[in-house]
């Protein structure tokens, strides 16, 4: 059979997922053709005709999509700062918001100054945040926390990748990350705690995409969507070194009442709302300042602008 134009494929393409119901139909169909072909989805212009084979390979997984399945779950893959993840049923898919906090922190880290910082990711899913920061700081010693033995096993396949392209290992630790005896040996040496924490509260409505496919353990924060972060803090406070930061992430109606939950320690200083690129509240960071018995006897540290 003679080969086939690729723009026709990608018209039919995104008639299906519209009709679906996918929230994005023509990015998405751009997007898997572009994988399918293995060049970026801006280079699709350069390739008018493709074999019938390719035109049947993408057919069925446009048909996958327009199942609601997880784009990121039909391509493998799913990007992270600098590196992409491996990801897949029984991990939380990253999401392009939680960007944000990993810009954030490694603006952070270099305004920090200290070289070989600690770094701890709280519920790190398929390990997205830990992997991209030791990415960009080779330096860093980045831990790693998370509880579901599948979403675990997801990060150590991309940690395990990550090491052989080059990149500092990272330490994976599973665990709770409410758990106050979690990580004793990390007390008061942490320079900057970040976290994703199952946040949404219960009964929102979500994209089939999500609802269907994330595992609800990554989802979830109880009624409120704090259950996860309220003792979480608790935790935070003590791993984390005078002078550290914290980031967290949180549901878009909980800025404030994350904020407040910081603010309201006297270990914390400096607690700054950030709102994403649509200008809703995506994430809070904080400063660990010294108690008044910790001032008498603390030496000084490395300031850095959190703003």
Not at 71 to 100: K, N
Not at 109 to 137: F, K, M, W
Not at 223 to 235: Q, R
Not at 251 to 269: H, K, M, Y
Request: aromatic share 4%; glycine share 8%; hydrophobic share 45%.
């Amino acid at each position: 059979m003679s080969r086939q134009p690729l723009r026709l494929a990608i018209i039919e393409a995104v008639s299906v997922l519209e009709e679906a119901g996918v929230p994005s139909p023509r990015v998405d169909a751009e997007l898997l053709a572009a994988h399918l072909l293995g060049i970026e989805r801006t280079r699709l212009g350069l390739v008018p005709l493709v074999d019938p084979a390719m035109i049947d390979a993408y057919r069925a997984m446009i048909a996958q999509r327009a199942k609601r399945i997880p784009l990121q779950y039909i391509t493998g893959t799913s990007p992270m700062g600098a590196i992409d993840l491996a990801v897949g049923p029984g991990v939380f898919v990253p999401r392009p918001e939680t960007e944000l906090l990993l810009g954030w922190a490694l603006a952070f880290l270099e305004s920090y100054g200290r070289r070989n910082p600690v770094v701890l990711d709280l519920c790190t899913g398929s390990g997205a945040l830990a992997l991209a920061i030791a990415h960009a700081r080779p330096d860093a010693v980045v831990h790693a926390v998370e509880l579901e033995p599948k979403a675990l096993a997801w990060a150590r396949r991309n940690a395990e990748t990550r090491a052989r392209d080059g990149d500092t290992p990272i330490v994976l630790h599973q665990g709770d990350v409410t758990d106050r005896g979690l990580l004793a040996s990390l007390e008061g040496v942490v320079d900057v705690v970040v976290s994703n924490p199952p946040y949404i509260p219960e009964g929102a409505e979500l994209d089939p995409e999500v609802i269907d496919h994330d595992p609800h353990s990554a989802l979830f924060g109880g009624p409120d969507g704090l259950s996860v972060i309220k003792p979480m803090i608790s935790n935070v406070a003590r791993w984390l070194k005078i002078g550290g930061v914290v980031a967290i992430e949180h549901d878009d109606t909980n800025g404030a009442q994350v904020a407040s939950l910081l603010s309201q320690r006297r270990v914390f200083g400096d607690v700054v709302e950030h709102p994403d690129l649509a200008g809703k509240p995506r994430f809070v960071v904080a400063r660990r300042v010294p108690t008044e018995r910790e001032a008498s006897r603390a030496q000084p540290v490395p300031s850095a602008d959190i703003d």
